[in-house]
């Protein structure tokens, strides 16, 4: 990794480009453990277990998930059902982050249009190899595109530092290299602007505060961990400028699925005339939804999640609560279109509703949506 944790990725291939890599995220801030992934047992148990989380990034572990299967069963190369099979289980993983399943799909496809089977592993390692580029290219355009909105927040408070709230982790540790949500922060940050992000902590597994409030720390960009309820606060009082998020699906009509609590924030900031804005890649809309709240899948994770938390000893973690109180562990909600100012996107920013959403990809429009 480099000392910029804007440029840093957490997958990679080793030097001769035959073993998949990652960082396991559940041992950040304190310890870096790295994980070969070996098998499709261990991609699937990657993207499962929270070792890879993050829309863009389970995407492009999903894609070399598809590489791993065929190189470690070079006897069902020319079996088209075999392969099929694989993808499958790897799509299973995890159900509300769509793209998992788009970028399984694309490999998939690459990898069976491919008729010599004996060139079929090197296929699918292209392909994941291009997904993964296009998405720290998505990224790049994120920050580009997004940076105008701070910079015009800082032109009408001179020598103030811009206060953006965010939730969860959308750095550089979800998709791959510079972040959605935070690629127009690192934007702004080496512009010269004087930017100051409150970070959630964002409950059960602390994604903020392990993983933003690290990825900034490491990047020199001034931070602030806060509770996860105290967002509503700190906007009631002027002291926040910004909201940016990332999300995991997005419904072509607008309604956004992200961390458990983005939908309060969301309720905060209009409350408070707060811009509310959502940064993504086209790849995490999902053009054969219109609405989120019924049609998107929302995932309920092991309730020990939220019963322990870990500690910076190793293997170490901490009963929160009576150990005879139940819990219950929604992993995602769903905030409307009507509380989204926006949508920074690759190709710029849009409103959030599906005429915008259709000016900036007209290609992703099926026929059939009207």
């Not at 080496?190 to 490491?218: K, M, Y």
Request: charged letters at 25%; a negative charge.
């Amino acid at each position: 990794m480099e000392n910029n944790s804007a440029t840093f990725r957490p997958i990679w291939l080793n030097s001769a480009g035959d073993t998949v890599n990652v960082i396991d995220q559940r041992a950040l801030p304190h310890r870096r453990v790295e994980m070969a992934l070996n098998s499709v047992d261990q991609v699937i148990f990657a993207i499962r277990e929270m070792v890879v989380r993050g829309a863009p990034l389970i995407g492009v572990t999903g894609a070399f998930g598809v590489f791993v299967a065929l190189k470690t069963h070079p006897d069902c190369l020319a079996d088209p059902a075999f392969i099929r099979d694989q993808a499958e289980k790897i799509v299973r993983a995890r159900p509300t982050a769509v793209n998992l399943a788009w970028a399984v799909n694309r490999a998939l496809s690459a990898v069976l249009a491919e008729k010599d089977p004996a060139r079929r592993v090197d296929v699918a390692r292209r392909t994941a190899c291009e997904i993964t580029e296009e998405e720290v290219e998505n990224s790049k355009n994120i920050g580009r595109y997004g940076l105008p909105i701070i910079e015009e927040i800082a032109r009408n408070k001179p020598g103030k530092p811009v206060n953006i709230l965010t939730h969860c982790n959308a750095g550089a540790l979800a998709c791959i290299e510079y972040g959605t949500a935070t690629a127009p922060i690192y934007a702004a940050h080496a512009s010269g602007i004087p930017v100051h992000v409150w970070v959630d902590e964002t409950r059960p597994l602390n994604q903020g505060s392990r993983l933003t409030a690290w990825e900034l720390g490491r990047a020199g960009v001034p931070h602030t961990v806060i509770t996860d309820n105290a967002g509503g606060h700190l906007m009631q009082h002027g002291r926040v400028d910004l909201v940016i998020v990332g999300t995991d699906r997005t419904t072509h009509t607008g309604d956004v699925a992200n961390k458990i609590g983005t939908y309060l924030k969301a309720l905060a900031a209009k409350d408070n005339g707060v811009p509310f804005y959502v940064a993504l890649p086209s790849s995490t809309f999902d053009w054969t939804l219109r609405d989120g709240l019924s049609e998107i899948p929302i995932e309920e994770r092991d309730a020990d999640e939220v019963r322990y938390i870990p500690g910076a000893a190793k293997s170490r973690d901490y009963l929160l609560m009576p150990a005879e109180s139940p819990a219950a562990n929604f992993a995602f909600d769903v905030t409307p279109a009507r509380l989204v100012t926006g949508f920074i996107t690759e190709r710029g920013i849009c409103r959030a509703d599906a005429a915008d959403i259709r000016r900036l990809f007209p290609e992703k429009y099926p026929p059939e949506i009207p």
